[in-house]
């Protein structure tokens, strides 16, 4: 299972990630008191929707033999304070069926369906 750690210090909001090897860092914009080195968190959580819908929509169709040539993810974060996200699929290389056939997959992939249904937090004081 991935294991990750976040870690700020002395740089206001500036939070050092390390995620299964992988080094991220994270920080609020300077409107909002930050340094705007990285990323600020619900940017992280877009980019791991977008990932994980681009990387599963292409293991669909190399799976299926499929010419996908491009697939980007647009997402956005909408409609504060009820929030939701728009993610518009711009594929190339597929006729009108595949497209829509990776719209459908789109909506099965892990971590849209972590957030559709939610998960369980455990907050422990080491």
């Known amino acids: 299972m991935p294991h990750g750690t976040a870690t700020i210090g002395q740089d206001r909001y500036r939070t050092a990630i390390t995620v299964e090897g992988h080094e991220l860092v994270a920080d609020e914009p300077a ?44 997402l956005a974060m909408l409609g504060l304070p009820e929030p939701h996200i728009r993610r518009t699929l711009h594929v190339t290389g597929l006729d009108d069926a595949g497209r829509a056939r990776l719209a459908e997959v789109a909506e099965k992939t892990p971590v849209t369906l972590t957030l559709k249904h939610g998960i369980a937090i455990e907050t422990r004081l080491a």
């Open 31 to 74: 409107s909002r008191g930050g340094a705007d080195a990285g990323p600020a968190p619900y940017d992280l959580l877009l980019a791991s929707l977008g990932a994980c819908t681009a990387i599963t929509l292409s293991m669909y169709a190399e799976h299926k033999g499929w010419p996908l040539e491009r697939l980007t993810v647009d």
